[in-house]
């Protein structure tokens, strides 16, 4: 059985990663009234930039 994908950019996001995520932020904004702040996403976009940066440059260098 092939897992449900959604495709776009190139690559495949797992349907049931996504609903995760869903499902985290929607918990997480309910128990914290800080988390969707503007400060906040900022925050997580600094943290997780240079793991972003460098899982792209890997990928795209594995695809030449």
Do not use: D, Q, W
């Amino acid at each position: 059985r092939r897992p449900f994908t959604l495709r776009g950019l190139g690559g495949a996001i797992r349907l049931e990663s996504l609903i995760v995520l869903v499902v985290l932020i929607i918990g997480l904004s309910i128990a914290s009234p800080y988390f969707l702040s503007l400060s906040n996403a900022f925050n997580i976009l600094l943290a997780t930039s240079v793991i972003g940066i460098l899982g792209f440059a890997c990928f795209r260098r594995r695809r030449r």
